[in-house]
T-cell receptor, first 114, second 118 residues
Framework: DQQVKQNSPSLSVQEGRISILNCDYT??????FLWYKKYPAEGPTFLIS?????DKNEDGRFTVFLNKSAKHLSLHIVPSQPGDSAVYFC?????????????FGQGTTLQVKP | GAGVSQSPRYKVTKRGQDVALRCDPI?????LYWYRQALGQGPEFLTY????????KSGLPNDRFSAERPEGSISTLTIQRTEQRDSAMYRC????????????????FGEGSRLTVL
């Protein structure tokens, strides 16, 4: 039972264009969402997060949008750069948890072409 | 060290053998997590420690899996009588303070230990 789903295994965009990565979730108890970025042979690194009380959070070229009614969030990267090529994981935190365990999606591989 | 350190980076073992995977978190980090990641999938939660206390082990698949963090620093994940389905990347992550005090997202992952069971 996949509670966090990233339905696009891969995405390819041209340098300078917008990259949009999508994530859907099923558990209404999730109250915090995060995006992690992973380069080959490295561990995932935190990128950006959003609380369920907000619908948008922006950090430089990265913006995360949350649509609670649709149980959907997206990560926008503008403008995309070749160095953004990596695997992106969406993750969610269960608000009823007191241990902070994250539920991850399957990941989307982004390729930004020069 | 500067980051979360895991060893061994690669482990190949025969079915039925026991393996121990080690995690050395960032110095001073209170929270420690173990995740397992299959190829093409995202990390899957295994267990959580707050200092030396194992406060959540709901993700451990069965009783062949165990973890400890006796002095609240280094942690060991042990898999007994390994099976081929145990083959995966095992990732450790740490956080500066107890969850929700540290700031959500401040989870630092190690490079992982790739386990292959033949």
């Amino acid at each position: 039972d996949q509670q966090v789903k990233q339905n696009s295994p891969s995405l390819s965009v041209q340098e300078g264009r917008i990259s949009i990565l999508n994530c859907d979730y099923t558990n209404s108890m999730f109250d915090y969402f995060l995006w992690y970025k992973k380069y080959p042979a490295e561990g995932p690194t935190f990128l950006i997060s959003i609380s369920s009380i907000k619908d948008k959070n922006e950090d430089g070229r990265f913006t995360v949008f949350l649509n609670k009614s649709a149980k959907h969030l997206s990560l926008h990267i503008v403008p995309s750069q070749p160095g953004d090529s990596a695997v992106y994981f969406c993750a969610a935190l269960d608000g009823s948890s007191n241990t902070g365990k994250l539920i991850f999606g399957q990941g989307t591989t982004l390729q930004v072409k020069p | 060290g500067a980051g979360v350190s895991q060893s061994p980076r690669y482990k190949v073992t025969k079915r039925g053998q026991d393996v121990a995977l080690r995690c050395d978190p960032i110095s001073g980090h209170v929270s420690l997590y173990w995740y397992r990641q299959a190829l093409g999938q995202g990390p899957e939660f295994l267990t959580y420690f707050n200092y030396e206390a194992q406060q959540d082990k709901s993700g451990l698949p069965n009783d062949r899996f165990s973890a400890e963090r006796p002095e609240g620093s280094i942690s060991t994940l042990t898999i007994q009588r390994t099976e081929q389905r145990d083959s995966a990347m095992y990732r450790c992550a740490s956080s500066l303070a107890k969850w929700r005090l540290a700031g959500v997202g401040e989870l630092f992952f190690g490079e992982g230990s790739r386990l292959t069971v033949l």
